[in-house]
């Protein structure tokens, strides 16, 4: 048998929404009217009847456009204090957020750590896999392949973690802890495809036998071309699959890694996506090309920098989100499903980002990065 052992890592990334935190109160003849940029209008209803002492019927949150949000606005401590100022002042009040302010006062997805051992038989098959993660919390950490003697342990969690574990606060960031955790399973499960010397694609079909999954990794295969290669192949393609939100995805990139420079440059993805009942083709089109495109910025870009209690990323100067110039093709498959129940489609696609693009990383130059956001620098160390 042989084994093996690696740990993966991310680092802290803010939502940094292009509009920052902000609403308005206005208190008239008894009743409280209050406009935020929230994700959570019932919430904030609930706090102000609770704060104000006043009868449900009396108060009404509206929702404007939220400018982003991305499990940053859950909280609505903006829209608390903006009725409180208003009920005082007896005048409307608007409370908003600088850049500045939505950087430090963030809830940050945590910094995270995963470490996996596994090991494959003589055969060529899994054997076992033992799994912890730490801080990120256990969403995505289940694989959905056929491995016998099988564990998964978490350690913590993004939002229950001793006191004193982050410098700062840290909460849900889009597809809370699944990022990081598809990230580590699918990159090791491409490595023990590669020691076998089988293709990753056939190596995931082989070993599982869940029907969705199955599903939309054919899917994707197809639409992609994928032609079959034990890797490091020298193209720079890649695969990773996962499971969020009742929804099962699978993603395929091409990529191109300057030597020199470092810099990773996505070409195409594409993106197989089993939601079960589509309500609405063109909104969960858009939802998965969303994904795609976010999920460059934790992949490749994104990362919270301070230095002891000190923030040092406060704008988009130095906090990098993806442009324009380096969204990839991007391809959405939407499976005609056998499932009569409709399923979460808002976060699913962004899961398998981060590993797909290492995985394809790896199939174009040889060497695997463990730690996000997989960055020119850490792409030279590596070279190095």
């Known amino acids: 048998m042989e084994v093996f052992e690696e740990t993966y890592l991310n680092a802290y990334v803010a939502h940094?929404?292009?509009?920052?935190?902000?609403?308005?109160?206005?208190?008239?003849?008894?009743?409280?009217?209050?406009w935020a940029s929230t994700q959570s209008p019932f919430g904030l209803k609930r706090q102000l009847v609770s704060t104000l002492?006043?009868?449900?019927?009396?108060?009404?949150?509206?929702?404007?456009?939220?400018?982003?949000?991305?499990?940053?606005?859950?909280s609505s401590s903006q829209?608390?204090?903006?009725?409180?100022?208003?009920?005082?002042?007896?005048?409307?009040?608007?409370?908003?957020?600088?850049?500045?302010?939505?950087?430090?006062?963030?809830?940050?997805r945590p910094a995270a750590i995963v470490k996996i051992r596994s090991g494959l038989?003589?055969?060529?098959?899994?054997?076992?896999?033992?799994?912890?993660?730490?801080?990120?919390?256990?969403?995505?950490?289940?694989?959905?392949?056929?491995?016998p003697h099988h564990r998964a342990v978490t350690h913590g969690h993004y939002r229950t973690v001793p006191p004193g574990t982050h410098p700062f606060a840290t909460g849900a960031w889009r597809a809370p802890g699944a990022n990081t955790n598809v990230f580590a399973r699918e990159q090791h499960i491409d490595i023990m495809a590669a020691k076998a010397g089988v293709d990753p694609l056939e190596f995931r079909l082989k070993y599982c036998s869940d029907a969705k999954h199955i599903g939309v990794l054919k899917a994707a295969a197809e639409r992609f071309g994928w032609k079959p290669a034990a890797g490091p192949s020298g193209r720079g393609v890649g695969v990773a699959c996962g499971f969020d939100a009742d929804t099962v995805v699978a993603t395929m990139a091409e990529v191109e890694v300057d030597r020199n420079s470092g810099r990773i440059k996505v070409k195409r993805v594409v993106c197989a996506q089993d939601m079960g009942l589509v309500v609405n083709p063109a909104g969960a089109t858009l939802q998965m090309e969303g994904c795609v495109t976010m999920g460059l910025g934790y992949a490749l870009t994104e990362e919270l920098h301070f230095r002891g209690g000190e923030i040092l990323d406060l704008?988009?100067?130095?906090?990098?989100l993806p442009l324009f110039s380096t969204v990839p093709k991007i391809e959405t498959i939407?499976?005609?499903?056998?499932?009569?129940?409709?399923h979460g489609g808002g976060e699913p696609a962004i899961i398998t980002m981060g590993a797909v693009i290492a995985?394809?990383?790896?199939?174009?130059i040889g060497v695997r990065l463990f730690e996000l956001p997989m960055t020119p620098g850490r792409v030279r160390a590596v070279l190095a």
Do not use: C
Request: glycine letters at 10%.
């Open 359 to 364: 995985n394809a990383v790896y199939d174009a």
């Open 334 to 342: 939407l499976i005609d499903s056998a499932d009569p129940a409709p």
């Open 53 to 74: 002492g006043l009868a449900e019927d009396k108060v009404r949150v509206i929702t404007p456009f939220v400018g982003g949000g991305f499990g940053g606005k859950g």
């Open 16 to 34: 940094a929404p292009i509009e920052p935190h902000v609403a308005l109160a206005s208190f008239e003849e008894g009743k409280m009217t209050v």
């Open 121 to 147: 038989t003589q055969a060529g098959a899994p054997a076992f896999w033992d799994y912890r993660v730490y801080f990120a919390g256990p969403r995505g950490s289940a694989q959905p392949y056929d491995i």
């Open 315 to 320: 704008n988009f100067d130095s906090y990098d």
């Open 79 to 108: 829209g608390l204090q903006a009725a409180r100022l208003a009920n005082i002042a007896g005048r409307p009040v608007q409370v908003f957020w600088t850049r500045e302010d939505e950087f430090f006062w963030d809830t940050y």
